[in-house]
């Protein structure tokens, strides 16, 4: 665990708890969390693949003063219910269904990695309607969603089983590992990436959800109707070859925003140049 003194800024934040709640989607109980009131302008945040909504308790707060702030964890995650197989179209129904439970307002979608495909996915339904769409260092192009079916860890069929929360939490660790991630956010998610069962503790994420790669398809960006931007951490997954693809095809339609000094997990590496963009975006679009 980590012995650095945990700044104020990230204890107040996590100070605001969250609302918990489920909504059923296709048979299947999606959790999410909500911050703000109940009648500001929704905005859902979708975590990356293998996390849960956690990963956004210290970054969602300081974006609830105007909007209704709504983070599931998609089906194979978190306190969410498993399916027998899993698509970005489905996940995609379900970002759309928990907004709809919060808000007849057309939602904005902030999703980080595979959340990022998600938030793209669902702008990408004509049957959405939907303010803006963001991603955060999410693999859109094939050179990039190529890269991620080589890292170690991607692909186990079964979660191991650790003998004590001890032992498991000693073995967390971020695909791909980052030098800038903070360690106290490191542990924060990390204890809630954990379940106890019978012989030990294992990972809560379905492992299933690695059976299908959901690469995105990069032309499928033509279909987008709303505003769509994308943030990328300096050493992330998004190679550069994303921002050469998008500005070729593109132009100044899809702003492109570059944190720097971080790797993929953007929110874990730098949270508070994050929450920034985050801001800055919101206030754009609404």
């Known amino acids: ?125 004509a049957a959405n309607t939907i303010r803006g769409t963001l991603a955060i260092d999410s693999s859109i192009t094939p050179k990039s969603g190529e890269r991620w079916s080589h890292l170690p860890g991607m692909n186990r069929s079964e979660h191991p089983i650790y003998r004590d929360r001890a032992t498991i939490l000693s073995r967390y660790r971020t695909i791909p590992e980052d030098a800038a991630t903070i360690p106290y956010i490191r542990d924060y998610v990390a204890e809630r990436s954990i379940m106890q069962v019978e012989g030990g503790w294992r990972w809560r994420f379905d492992p299933a959800i690695f ?15 709303g505003e769509v931007a994308l943030i990328l951490g300096r050493r992330g997954a998004a190679d550069a070859d994303i921002e050469e693809w998008v500005q070729a095809r593109f132009g100044d339609r899809i702003p492109i925003s570059v944190v720097e000094d971080s790797g993929h997990h953007v929110m874990l590496d730098q949270p508070i140049a994050l929450t920034g963009h985050l801001q800055q975006l919101l206030a754009r679009w609404s």
């Open 1 to 125: 665990m980590s012995t650095i003194e945990v700044p104020a800024w990230f204890t107040d934040a996590l100070a605001l708890t969250p609302e918990q709640h489920t909504v059923a989607v296709d048979g299947v109980s999606i959790a999410y969390q909500t911050w703000g009131a109940p009648d500001g302008e929704p905005v859902v945040l979708i975590h990356g693949g293998a996390a849960h909504a956690g990963w956004w308790d210290h970054i969602a707060p300081n974006l609830a003063a105007n909007h209704r702030i709504i983070a599931p964890n998609l089906s194979g995650h978190g306190a969410s219910g498993h399916r027998h197989g899993y698509s970005l179209a489905q996940w995609a129904a379900e970002t759309m269904a928990v907004a709809a439970a919060e808000s007849s307002v057309p939602p904005i979608l902030l999703g980080h990695s595979l959340g990022g495909l998600i938030a793209l996915t669902a702008a990408t339904d």
């Open 211 to 225: 059976e299908t790669a959901p690469w995105w398809n990069p032309d499928d960006l033509l279909a987008i109707r």
